[in-house]
Nanobody, 123 residues
């Protein structure tokens, strides 16, 4: 059973930056495709970014050029570096994992989820 634990989010001003991390345990991290999703109040959970086990990355159009997903297989951790944040980025952010050698963009494709962490961007 894989367990995912996200770092604490936070409150940041518009234009600011924040880095989230997600530590995995209980599985072979290097064999997992990882993703970040977010859910704003009253909205469905949406894809943010994904990374394959060898490091290929994919982004939602809304975050492309501002967010960077990366992974450190030695530390069993995936990161989401967020820059130029705006109030529309306010949401609960979740990391997700599934054993796979390709990328996955849909929430239903992932088997394991973190508890979520709140990111609030003030204007």
């Amino acid at each position: 059973q894989v367990q995912l634990v996200e770092s604490e989010g936070g409150l940041v001003q518009a234009g600011g930056s924040l880095r989230l991390s997600c530590a995995a345990s209980g599985g072979t991290f290097s064999r997992y495709a990882m993703g970040w999703f977010r859910q704003a109040p009253g909205k469905e959970r949406e894809f943010v970014a994904a990374i394959t086990w060898i490091g290929y990355t994919y982004y939602a159009d809304s975050v492309k050029g501002r967010f960077t997903i990366s992974r450190d297989n030695a530390k069993n951790t995936v990161y989401l570096q967020m820059k130029s944040l705006n109030p529309e980025d306010t949401a609960v952010y979740y990391c997700a994992a599934r054993e796979s050698n390709t990328y996955h963009l849909a929430a239903y494709e992932y088997d394991y989820w973190g508890q979520g962490t709140q990111v609030t961007v003030s204007s």
